[in-house]
């Protein structure tokens, strides 16, 4: 009975790591759908939103499609996700709400500093980079931008960098951690191009096509390094009955007869 049991979450779930892997799979080519309604469809700004949505919603649903049995971690990272669709869909024609796509986004960042913390340890060194990173940004574009906008930058700021040194000190394989940070800086890198280009003013060429570009992928790299990671509640880590081990489903059959044998 309980080797049936066993064998039917195992199908189930090799049934669910099937369908996402070929959902994922319509990741990539959905963001070069958005890419080139920008380029040729700038005007319609409902095709335009529609395609900018698509690739999130992915993500969206291959973290919570069971989000009845998620773990904390889980859901804080899917909470984040879906913050930033928001902030995408407010940043966007016909709102164009800035104030509120920043919040959206500060307090998507604010789910992942929590939800990769969870396997984290404190590693002040490893905040360095991050913050120096996000000095010398700061340092040329706040002169550039309007006074009332420093304060939100600022705080934005912090949050984002901090992200960054939250992923960046988990306790985690290096594939898993370097995916991760490799998310944070394009995130960062996106975010600069945000600024420089929309706060300072300063013409940035296929501004809009590379910030939608290193977006994408920094999200796309956070949820793959969130679904490699272990211990942080990621889609690497299985439940059953007690047993937690990225092949747990596989060994238990096994370790269920050894155990009613003896």
């Known amino acids: 009975m309980f080797e049936m049991t066993v ?7 090799q049934f669910s790591d099937t ?3 070929r959902l994922i799979q319509f ?8 890419i ?12 335009t939103l529609t395609t900018k949505l698509l690739p999130m919603f992915v993500l969206i649903y291959l973290v919570g499609k069971n989000y009845g049995s998620l773990e904390k971690g889980q859901r804080l990272f899917l909470y984040g996700l879906l913050f930033s669709t928001v902030g995408d869909t407010v940043l966007s024609e016909p709102f164009t709400l800035f104030i509120a796509g920043l919040i959206s986004f500060l307090i998507a960042h604010l789910f992942y500093i929590f939800a990769f913390s969870r396997s984290s340890s404190l590693h002040l060194v490893r905040s360095i980079p991050f913050y120096l990173l996000g000095g010398v940004l700061g340092y040329f574009l706040f002169p550039l931008i309007e006074p009332e906008m420093k304060i939100p930058v600022f705080i934005y700021g912090f949050a984002l960098t901090t992200m960054g040194w939250r ?19 394009l995130f960062i890198i996106s975010d ?3 600024g420089f280009s929309q706060l300072a003013h300063i013409a940035i060429p296929n501004s809009t096509v590379l910030i939608m570009i290193t977006y994408y992928l920094a999200q796309y790299f956070l949820f793959k390094s ?8 990621g889609t690497h880590d299985i439940k059953v009955r007690g047993i937690r081990h990225p092949t747990a489903l596989s060994a238990a059959p096994q370790a269920m007869q ?5």
């Open 7 to 13: 064998k039917h979450l195992t199908t189930k779930k």
């Open 19 to 21: 369908t996402s892997m």
């Open 27 to 34: 990741f990539i080519p959905l963001v070069f759908l958005h």
């Open 36 to 47: 080139l309604t920008l380029i040729f469809f700038r005007g319609e700004w409902g095709l």
């Open 167 to 185: 992923i960046a000190s988990r306790n985690s394989d290096s594939k898993s951690l370097w995916i991760g940070i490799s998310g944070a800086i």
């Open 192 to 194: 600069s191009i945000i």
């Open 226 to 233: 969130f679904s490699l990671s272990k211990g942080n509640g």
């Open 258 to 262: 050894t155990r009613f044998i003896n």
